[in-house]
């Protein structure tokens, strides 16, 4: 049987009661003098009427035909039947102290009277007379769009109440909907996470029910109609337990039928219908949304196949539209702020087209209610963004046109080439909170995430078949195909796997299947390499013109230069100051040297360096000072640098002063200071360049009262001092604190940490936990931006007995349990702890989950000049075991290059790109051949685009030139009709220029095969020439090591023939010596052979 929460339903009441009686006489309540909050019979059409949406906030369920009154003294009354009273009976007399209830009266419907003595009462609490005496009317407040609209039965508790209303002339009815809108407006805590609940749960039927649906449909080409697909949707919505989802189905339903569009008419509007015609692989819109536990959540996307580029581009300003609109969700600011961003956004862009595109409204407040009509994101509403308000932030442009110019760059078999207009569509879950707002709805949206490629490869055949079919005049006028794709296509038709022209060995070749299989792949994946590559390209373009538009306007406060300043005036020396004496003043940090006679000062940062040479009859000091003309050096301070380049061009500069005394003292002890200074200040100096870029933390929040979770006897990397570090480790509030059992502590705030990764112990000695940070923190005096925790299961270095022991020595065998047992439970221990630290921040509102490295696409490597095993993770590569840490963030990686990829090396090596060049590229070396394919095939699953080459490159050099370039992924150049390879294209070990003379030579090898033969003859004659000239030349043969292997008699005696007529006569070779002179010459033509041809 149901029951009450008397607590909640106390609280959730007296919010009421408390705003209407702090606000009665504003527009939201309209000065109403009690709220008469009754519901009608149940109508399942309509589940988001005000009075439903009551009742479940403060009851939880629905009471129909129920009566509330509630007066502005705080007294409630419900006018009910027998079995809702008695559902309600729990909470009378139950108001709890400071409750502005202050009482509960239930009314059981009475049938003799027809609730006449009821309906008085009620009436008099409420201040209503049947009879108009003073003329003035009692305000009571009600939902005015229900009234007369309950579709209550004759003889029901509403209809009798409603009528005894009526026939009162002193009852005057106002519109409280408003009110109870903003009470609901501001969630509680219970709330929210019912809410974000719900997100996910719409989330999930989107990416697990209607993508892998829709890429089905697309896939098999099937015929499916917008109404099918979104029934089918719905029908997941309504049973999760389709997509493998645990959620009980009376817990959840569908806030609204699925909307499904494409093929031109589109409606963004949440009231739109999905039609019955037939689904268009060409622009997709979805929106859905769940109700989990009566909260509603709505999600919306859109997804494009085949995207000309003029679509790809609005979709992109639409998200930057979305990121403007988030930044002004912000407590405090009014809602119709999100207009104004969004309209300012397109206005600094120069879209003033699509302005008047926009839906009238962005979005609106949602929760217990799917719309909340007060809470509209509109240009008008003055509403104020609060803490705990939850919104569906809905962006979109409707009837898009699509000029043909447009069109132009799809494909020529795209469904998109049928639009004349289209629209685009996003919505988000967004909660309002203290800092920024909080995205619900996690579902990616980026360009790449909801783009589809489907004629990409189509008609490959058919264009060689109009290649053909054309005359040679014309194949000339055409323009020669794009290289890479070229090369795409060239293995992927290849029916032999040959490599350089050559056939590989049957032995490599005895699986036909396996080794087709294997060019496949390769094929697939260059092919994929060639999109990722243009794809990334204009994202990287995007990236960049975003970053310079944030830029503009802003200070480069990098460029300051800090004037020195030792004294203000000269009142300010030191006292004990001498005309002719050199004097370090350690407190102001200078040195005061005689001039003529007169001490001045020179800050110690001028100083370059100081030289006290052997003394002879008297001491020598000298003082060398930067000065411009002259290299600076690289030990010179940041600051006087800048100074030196500042002054240089109308400034004199002292190079070097030198000091004699006959006495030593002075001299000697001003030699120590001045080094001890530039000491001190080089030390400071460091110290500051370390501080510079820290960002202050938060303070750690300890939990308590209830159990935190911890680790105990830990070992923490890097270390305090130089020194082991052990301690326990804790997760509080909003972070951890690593405590140590010398007392230091470490704390690391969950909203700092990048990457948490848990790396249970298998081949290791150590399990481990590892979280890579944001921004850097202080450990000693050093900052660190990887900390680790970690516990040996075994030691490191054991103590072995010089004696043998048997294989199956119990002891051995003991120790060997013992450890695999003391594996396990280490590594269930840690896992634990970090699930209860998962828990702990989601349930403080924060977001940390640890990824777990992929052991099996692992693979050696040399990133810290020693052997590795490296792993990737869902977000890094990483190498966790060895010190230094190895941690290369996915997301800060442009490119990827392979080093020494040639088929005589047995490793290659790797080197990742970072997006800022002014950082240089990480490197793994000597990575074993047999691990290429599958760390190819890794990144192209990441979209990580990838090339090769045979030789080690200058990257200093490379990274230096590519950050001056602005136009680098560009494919044209400055006067944009010129082309060039865009991005790292021109790392690619097969270039554009390489496969058009390729296919040159193919297309001329069909009608040049007697030409070929006759050249290759000649070749292998000059080749048998030049051989026999170098063996005339040399005694040494290359291939004499291999004949004395296998040499019989008849082969003896025909070199020692061969050889006394080269001594003799030196004349004509009888026929057996020229057969086995030219036989020789063939071998040496055949070895030689390739190496004259790469000469060429």
């Known amino acids: 049987m149901a029951q009450l929460d008397v607590d909640r339903f106390y609280k959730r009441l007296g919010k009421i009661h408390a705003h209407f009686v702090k606000h009665r006489s504003g527009q939201a309540w309209h000065g109403a003098s009690c709220l008469s909050l009754h519901r009608g019979k149940l109508n399942d059409d309509d589940p988001y009427l005000k009075s439903v949406v009551l009742h479940q906030y403060i009851f939880g369920y629905e009471l129909p035909d129920t009566v509330l009154l509630l007066t502005e003294e705080g007294s409630c009354f419900v006018l009910a ?213 009566l909260y509603c959540s709505n999600i919306a996307r859109t997804f494009l196949v085949d995207p000309p580029k003029k679509v790809s581009q609005t979709y ?209 994946r260059e092919r994929r390499q060639i999109e990722l590559m243009e794809r990334k390209n204009e994202e990287r373009l995007r990236e960049l013109a975003r970053a310079n538009s944030r830029k503009k306007g802003k200070d480069d406060e990098g460029d300051q230069v800090e004037e020195l300043e030792t004294y203000n005036r000269t009142k300010d020396y030191p006292d004990n100051v001498l005309p002719n004496q050199v004097k370090v003043d350690m407190a102001n940090q200078c040195v005061l040297l005689p001039i003529n006679g007169n001490p001045v000062p020179f800050h110690i940062s001028t100083i370059k360096n100081v030289v006290l040479p052997d003394p002879d009859v008297a001491t020598y000091l000298r003082i060398n000072f930067y000065t411009a003309g002259m290299a600076v050096g690289k030990d010179a301070p940041i600051n006087t640098a800048a100074l030196v380049q500042k002054y240089a061009p109308y400034a004199s500069f002292i190079r070097e002063m030198t000091f004699r005394s006959l006495d030593s003292h002075n001299l000697v002890q001003a030699y120590r200071q001045i080094s001890e200074l530039r000491k001190r200040a080089k ?35 890097p270390v305090f001092a130089g020194r082991k570090t052990q301690g326990n480790l804790e997760s509080h509030t909003n972070g951890l604190r690593f405590i140590s059992t010398r007392g230091e502590i470490v704390d690391i705030m969950y909203s700092n940490v990048k990457h948490a990764i848990f790396q249970p112990c298998e081949s290791e000695i150590m399990v481990l936990v590892h979280f890579h940070l944001k921004n850097a923190i202080m ?51 840690f896992k634990d702890f970090c699930r209860k630290v998962e828990n702990v921040a989601r349930k403080n509102n924060f977001t940390l989950e640890f990824d777990i490295p992929y052991r099996d696409l692992g693979f050696q490597g040399n990133p810290h000049k020693e052997m590795v095993f490296i792993m990737p993770t869902l977000n890094c590569l990483v190498n966790l075991t060895e ?57 192209t699953d990441m979209e990580i685009s990838y090339t090769e080459g045979p030789m080690n490159l200058n990257w200093k050099q490379i990274m230096q030139t590519v950050s001056g370039d602005d136009r680098f992924y560009m494919n044209t150049e400055e006067d944009e009709v010129t082309e060039k390879e865009a991005g790292w294209e021109f790392l690619r070990m097969f270039g554009r220029e390489d496969e058009e003379s390729g296919d040159e030579d193919e297309d001329d090898s069909e009608f040049s095969e007697g030409e070929d033969k006759a050249e290759s003859a000649a070749e292998s004659e000059e080749e048998s020439e030049f051989d026999s000239e170098s063996e005339e030349e040399s005694d040494y043969d290359g291939d004499e090591d291999l004949e004395e292997q296998g040499m019989d008699w008849e082969d003896m005696e025909r070199e020692a023939a061969l050889d006394d007529k080269r001594k003799g006569t030196g004349g004509e070779i009888d026929d057996a010596g020229a057969k086995g002179g030219t036989g020789r010459g063939r071998r040496a033509s055949s070895s030689s052979a390739p190496s004259k041809r790469r000469r060429r």
């Not at 100096?685 to 933390?697: C, M, P, S, T």
């Not at 925790?789 to 065998?813: C, H, K, L, N, W």
């Not at 800060?892 to 002014?918: C, G, P, Q, W």
């Open 683 to 717: 030390q400071r100096e460091l110290r500051e360049q370390e501080e510079a870029n820290l960002v202050e933390q938060d303070k750690l929040v300890r939990t308590k009262n209830e159990r935190v979770p911890r680790l105990s006897d830990l070992t923490m990397r």
């Open 883 to 939: 010190t230094p840490f190895f941690v290369v963030d996915l997301s800060d990686v442009d490119h990827v290059h392979f080093e020494r990829v040639t088929f005589m090396s047995k490793a290659f090596d790797v080197v990742l790109i970072n997006k800022d060049f002014s950082k240089q590229p990480f490197r793994v070396d000597m990575i074993p051949n047999v691990d290429k394919d599958a760390i190819q095939e890794w990144l």
């Open 316 to 524: 992109e300003t639409l998200l930057s539209i979305q990121e403007a609109c988030l930044k002004a969700m912000v407590p405090g600011k009014p809602l119709k702020g999100v207009y104004a961003a969004a309209i300012n956004y397109l206005e600094s862009e120069g879209r003033e087209d699509l302005i008047k595109l926009l839906p009238k409204n962005l979005g609106f407040g949602i929760g217990l209610d799917f719309r909340d009509a007060t809470m509209v994101l509109n240009a008008k509403n003055p509403a104020l963004f609060r803490v705990g308000m939850v919104f569906n932030l809905s962006l979109g442009f409707s009837n898009v046109p699509l000029s043909d110019s447009a069109k132009a760059s799809a494909h020529s078999k795209s469904a998109v080439k049928n639009l004349e207009n289209y629209a685009l569509l996003i919505s988000d879950m967004v909660g309002i909170t203290q800092k920024a707002p909080e995205v619900l709805t996690k579902h990616a949206k980026s360009l790449s995430d909801i783009s589809y490629m489907i004629n990409d490869e189509d008609d490959d055949d058919e264009e060689e078949e109009e290649e053909d079919a054309s005359s040679g005049d014309e194949k000339k006028k055409r323009k020669a195909p794009d290289g890479d794709a070229a090369l795409a296509r060239k293995l992927a038709r290849s029916e032999d796997n040959v490599v350089n022209s050559h056939r590989t060995s049957s032995r490599l070749a005895q699986k036909d299947g396996m080794v087709q299989d294997v060019a496949e792949g390769v094929a697939e």
């Open 81 to 293: 039947t027998k079995t809702k009273c008695e559902f309600l009976s729990s909470a009378v007399d139950k108001a709890p102290p400071g409750s502005t209830i202050t009482g509960l009266t239930l009314l059981t419907r009475n049938k003799t009277d027809n609730n006449a003595a009821h309906f008085d009462t009620l009436m008099k609490e409420a201040g209503i007379s049947s009879t108009d005496e003073n003329g003035e009317k009692t305000k009571v407040g009600i939902f005015l769009k229900e009234k007369g609209k309950s579709g209550s039965k004759e003889g029901s508790i509403l209809d009798g109440w409603e009528k005894a209303l009526e026939k009162s002339n002193s009852a005057e009815f106002v519109d409280v909907a408003t009110g109870l809108s903003l009470v609901l407006s501001t969630k509680e805590e219970s709330e929210l996470d019912l809410i974000k609940k719900s997100s996910v749960l719409s989330n999930k039927i989107l990416k697990h029910g209607f993508i892998p649906r829709i890429e089905e449909i697309i896939d098999s080409e099937l015929s499916v109609s917008h109404e099918q697909l979104s029934t089918e949707i719905d029908a997941i919505i309504e049973d999760p337990s389709k997509i493998n989802l645990k959620v009980p189905k009376d817990h959840v339903q569908s806030c609204y039928f699925p909307i499904v569009q494409s093929g031109g008419e589109y409606d963004i509007r949440v009231s739109a219908q999905s039609t019955d015609k037939t689904l268009t692989y060409d622009i997709i819109t979805v929106s859905l949304g769940a109700r989990y536990h």
């Open 779 to 829: 450990v000693g005096k050093k900052k660190q931006k990887d900390i680790q925790f970690f516990t040996e299961v075994v030691d490191a270095s054991q103590t072995v007995d010089i004696g043998r022991r048997s294989m199956y020595d119990p002891d051995e065998m003991d120790d060997e349990q013992r450890e695999r047992q003391l594996r396990k439970k280490l590594n269930e221990a």
